[in-house]
């Protein structure tokens, strides 16, 4: 009996992890690192979809895709924040200039 509900407890912590996981991936933050105590942070996150980047509501690749940002900076930085928005946008522009030459 201990046998069976220490594999029941051990089953329903790792289903737990799993929705603590789903939930932190939801809104396109993959990884977040807070790095110092002054709000300065390592976060890994899925990119704006190129095609929405205009638009007001920007949408995130799936992050499986393999678009990840990998942003060094503010702990209240969001994927599909202005700065990013714009930062995706110089980086387009750019990519698009070199492969246009």
Avoid: W
């Avoid at 799993?18 to 993959?30: R, T």
């Avoid at 996150?45 to 929405?52: E, K, L, N, Q, Y």
């Avoid at 992050?63 to 110089?90: H, M, N, W």
């Amino acid at each position: 009996m201990k046998i069976a509900n220490s594999f029941l407890a051990g089953l329903i912590l790792i289903g737990s992890l799993g929705a603590v996981k789903s939930a932190v991936a939801a809104d396109g933050v993959i990884e977040k690192d807070r790095l110092s105590a002054d709000a300065y942070c390592h976060e890994k996150f899925a990119s704006v979809d190129p095609g929405t980047l205009p638009t007001s509501e920007p949408d995130l690749v799936n992050s499986t895709a393999g678009d990840i940002v990998d942003f060094y900076g503010p702990c209240s930085e969001t994927p599909t924040g202005k700065d990013q928005q714009l930062e995706q946008r110089l980086d387009e522009a750019r990519h698009a200039t070199v492969y246009d030459d």
